[in-house]
């Protein structure tokens, strides 16, 4: 049965984090789950464009080799993507956690598939973990959160089963997760997602400003939905 979607026969494996968003050297025991042939395709869809655009957003030694290495490559296949980046580049203040400013580029992110990227990522953990994908009748509500309310929902959410907590380290740090799971229901789950050290992933604030911003999800039943709003309101 597909990690990813749970309903269609599994045709193929597929690496949970694409092994291209690494260098060689980094490519080892990325954990693998069985997918349909629909959902390998749509994900790597998702996966041909955060390769490209992903590793301009981090000063981390993995990514600082892709972008050397692989990126003009990548751009150079994809014309269309990389008018749309350099149509969408601009200078701006980026607002840094101890409240001091850098001015810096900044090239629009697509939301929908980066976001449609790390719901399939966490669906492929959960399989990696649990070795079964999530119910049908389950949903994986993505947000993101401030540097401020990355902490606050560490605090609030992440500490709730500390004896369920785990975390994981990929490609030698170059991917990170943190999550933890209700003791009655191994799918009911909270995560925290990081590629590249810290991914450069910024909001418009009130102020015009961006503040860089973080990879959370909630997963289980519908219900998560009232408990995600409650939670990006605090935030």
Not at 105 to 133: K, V
């Amino acid at each position: 049965m597909c990690a990813y979607c749970g309903e269609r026969p599994a045709t193929t494996e597929d690496h949970v984090i694409g092994r291209n968003f690494f260098p060689v050297h980094l490519r080892s025991n990325l954990p693998k789950v069985p997918a349909c042939s629909d959902c390998n395709g749509r994900k790597s869809n998702y996966e041909r464009y955060a390769m490209a655009v992903f590793p301009f957003g981090s000063e981390h030694h993995a990514a600082q080799d892709i972008l050397r290495t692989k990126v003009k490559l990548r751009l150079e296949k994809d014309q269309r993507l990389l008018r749309q980046l350099q149509q969408s580049q601009k200078d701006v203040t980026v607002v840094n956690p101890d409240g001091s400013t850098d001015t810096t580029i900044a090239i629009r992110l697509d939301d929908e598939q980066t976001l449609n990227l790390f719901g399939m990522i966490i669906r492929g953990l959960l399989w990696h973990h649990c070795r079964s994908p999530l119910p049908s009748s389950y949903v994986v509500r993505l947000f993101s959160l401030t540097d401020q309310g990355l902490g606050l929902f560490k605090k609030l959410v992440l500490s709730l089963s500390p004896d369920q907590f785990q975390d994981g380290s990929l490609a030698n740090g170059a991917f990170w997760y943190q999550f933890t799971r209700n003791p009655d229901d191994s799918f009911f789950t909270a995560w925290i997602l990081d590629i590249y050290g810290t991914l450069n992933m910024c909001d418009i604030g009130d102020n015009g400003r961006l503040h860089r911003s973080h990879v959370a999800a909630l997963t289980g039943p519908q219900e998560i939905n009232r408990i995600a709003d409650a939670i990006e309101a605090m935030m």
